[in-house]
Structure formats: C-alpha cells, structure tokens
C-alpha cells in the first residue's frame, strides 16, 4: 500500500475502493475536502463555495510553480526551477481548507501533519509552501466580504396560494437545524464567473391555472407520496441515492465524487485534475448563487404544501390530498428551481468538457444510502438526469423545477467555460 492510500485510511477519507491508491495531490486534497463537508453539515451552496475556495487555491499554486500565467487570481510566481508542485498544492490545499471551514480546521490540521514529514524532504520545499500559502490567502482574501457571511436571516415565507412556506417541523423533525429557511440571503452572494446571478436564469414561467401545472402536480402526487402505490423499487432507490440529506456528501460533494471516480478510471494527469477540480466547484458555485436567488425571487411553494392545498389553486386539473407527505424530507426552501438540478446540470457539462466526451461509464456513489451504495450510469447527462428525476421521485419537486434547474445549471456551466483561464487551461 502506498502512501498516500495509507494516509488516506488513517484519516478515514471518503471514496471506497481504487481512488484512495491514486498518487494525486489533487486528488487526495479533495478527498480530505469531501471528509470535512461531511463533518460540517451545511447546505450545498456553502459547500460548493468553500471547496471553489479550495480548489482555487491549488490550481493557482501549481500555475505559480510551472509558471504557466494562467491563474484565477494569484499572481506569484517563484523564480526557482525545480519547486515541487505537490508541496505547493498540498500547502494551498491546506491553508485554504482551514480558512474555509474553520470549525473543521483540526481535519485538515491532521492531513497536513501526516504530509509533512514527506513534503520537507523536497528540495525547494520552503518555496513551495510560501507559493502554496500566499495562493491559498489569496482567494480568502478575495471571497471574505463576497457576502456569504450575511445570508444566513430569516424568511417566514408566505401565505398566499403557490407562495413558499416553511414545513411544519413536527412533520418533518429533521429539518430543526435549519428552520425556517435555508440561505434566503445566498442571492447576495458574489459569483465566482458569472457577472450577476440572474444572468443564467431560466427562460419562461409557470402558470399556476394551466395545464403544465396540473400534470407536474398530479406527477408528484402520484410518484412522490410516501404510501404511492406506483412509484416502483427502482425509482424509490433512485429517490433516495440522490437526497443528500444533512451529514453527507449532498449533491456537491457527490459531484466531485463521481469526477474522482470518473479521473481514476481515465488516469488522468495532476495538472488535469486540478483543472477539473477547479472548473467544477467555480461552476457549482455559482449554479447554487443562481438557483438560490431565482428560489427566493420566485416562492414557488413545495409539492407537500400544493397538493395539500390543491383544492384552492383555481386549477381543475389537481386534487387535493390533505394528509399526503413526501417519500423524502422536504427541504426548507422554495421549489423552483431544484437545486440538484441545476448542481447536476452544471456538473455535466463541466466535465463533458473535461473528459471531451460524455459515453463514461459512471460508478456514482451515495452516503445517503447504507454502506455506501453504487450505481454505474452511460454519460455525464444521463447522470445529472436521474439526480433531477430522483426530486419527483422523492416528492420535493415538480417536473418544471427540474427542467428549468438543468438549464440554469447548464447556461451557468457553459458561462465559466468560456471564461480565459478555463479555456487556457483546457486547451
């Protein structure tokens, strides 16, 4: 067993199976990334902020060392030859991951005590963790007033029909963490590409008394519920791989997961994967601002309160059901548009244009699942569909929350790929 699959079992790190053995600084970085998202228990948008943090810091420290002038933000760049370049990434990764979640801090304290002994047998290795250190404070300098510390008020929700309002928590007690509402404020927050948060949004709306209405509700009540007598076994696991629940991966952490397993599979290179690291979480990033602020600019309401309350939305085409639940928790936020959705969307397309291809056969792994269960899918769309499904299946979302998901998180993805440091870098 090498090194790093040893460190990476000392340490308890995520990704069962082949992908600990790889020699990655990359990806042994985001494997420790993905351990301290799971300890952290905060919700996606967050996340995807704080591994961009993360994966930014490193692909600028390696840039500083081959002296490519393609960075993000980081304009160092060491005058001597020969710097390690796992040394720097591995001292960005740290920096930046301890500045991103400090309450997690002593996790990636640990990996980095665990890396030291090997690291300061380098030569030049002073210079790489100077280069690695001024990367990572770099990007937490420039995300520290982003907003992302003011979005955590309140927002009751309202009353109105098809308004969003909060579930009621003695239905759904698992929800008590972040009741009443998840990052209302997250529409604050500054993108790392895209200029505004609206710029991707999706296209149309939905009008409550028409027919697409109708049969997106009568879908979800029919799939959905809890007792649905048609929803079948593989739809109902389907439901329940994607739900990344509080205390898993969630739908970011899986994303980098399946972009791990996908690297691993590919034997791609270090300077890939930190371009692959980068590109993606920039990407997630600024798909969870979008789809967080066309959330609360829209207030659609959730299925569980619709359906319940059909028999007032003016609309002959849904039946009411005042007892009906959910199959899975319904989160507390507004509906449209599904935030996995628009992850998953984003997600596939930044790493179609990673791979240049989208035929992988794709092991995808679920924590919200029992020991870790696997599901291999054709394609990175094929993948970020049935993530985008699994809402209707678990009785959160409507079928035009998902659409409308899928092309904001594509238009975001599309954006950052176009920008001068990814197309360098993919080149």
Not at 149 to 155: A, E, N
Not at 176 to 189: A, C, H, N, Q, T
Not at 229 to 243: D, G, K, N, V
Request: hydrophobic residues 40%; charged residues 25%.
């Amino acid at each position: 067993m090498n090194c790093f699959a040893k460190l990476a079992f000392g340490l308890g790190v995520l990704l069962p199976g082949s992908c600990l053995a790889v020699e990655d600084e990359a990806i042994y970085w985001n494997n420790i990334g993905l351990r301290i998202v799971k300890s952290a228990m905060i919700p996606p948008p967050l996340i995807a902020r704080n591994l961009a943090i993360s994966s930014i810091a490193q692909f600028d420290a390696s840039a500083a060392v081959r002296r490519t002038r393609v960075s993000y933000i980081y304009r160092g760049m060491t005058d001597e030859v020969g710097v390690p370049e796992d040394a720097a990434i591995s001292a960005a990764a740290y920096y930046a991951l301890k500045g991103a979640f400090p309450e997690q801090a002593h996790i990636a304290e640990e990996a980095w005590r665990r890396r030291l002994p090997e690291l300061r047998k380098k030569k030049h290795w002073y210079e790489a963790k100077r280069i690695g250190e001024e990367a990572a404070r770099a990007i937490l300098r420039a995300r520290a007033d982003d907003g992302s510390k003011d979005s955590q008020y309140t927002d009751p929700g309202g009353t109105e029909i098809g308004q969003w309002r909060p579930v009621k928590i003695l239905e759904e007690p698992d929800l008590k963490r972040f009741e009443p509402s998840v990052l209302p404020g997250w529409k604050y927050v500054r993108p790392f590409a895209i200029p505004d948060s609206r710029l991707c949004w999706p296209e149309g709306s939905i009008k409550m008394d028409g027919p697409e209405y109708a049969e997106a509700v009568e879908e979800v009540r029919l799939l959905g519920g809890r007792n649905s007598t048609i929803r079948t076994p593989e739809q109902t696991l389907i439901a329940q791989f994607w739900q990344g629940q509080g205390g898993t991966l969630t739908p970011v952490g899986q994303w980098n997961d399946l972009a791990t397993r996908a690297a691993v599979k590919e034997k791609r290179t270090l300077h890939q994967n930190l371009v692959m690291y980068a590109v993606l979480n920039v990407a997630l990033a600024d798909a969870g601002i979008s789809s967080w602020d066309f959330k609360y600019a829209t207030r659609m309401w959730r299925p569980q309160t619709a359906i319940r309350e059909a028999d007032k939305d003016d609309n002959p085409g849904t039946q009411v059901d005042s007892t009906w639940r959910s199959l899975i928790v319904t989160p507390n936020h507004p509906s449209c548009v599904s935030g996995h959705s628009a992850f998953s969307a984003a997600g596939a397309e930044v790493l179609k244009a990673c791979f240049g291809r989208d035929d992988l056969e794709i092991v995808v792994a679920s924590d919200s699942t029992k020991n870790w269960q696997t599901r291999t899918i054709h394609g990175f769309t094929n993948t970020a569909k049935e993530c985008g499904r699994s809402r209707i299946y678990g009785g959160i979302h409507f079928e035009f929350d998902n659409t409308m998901g899928q092309e904001l998180g594509s238009k975001v993805a599309k954006f950052v790929l176009s920008q001068p440091w990814v197309k360098a870098s993919l080149d």
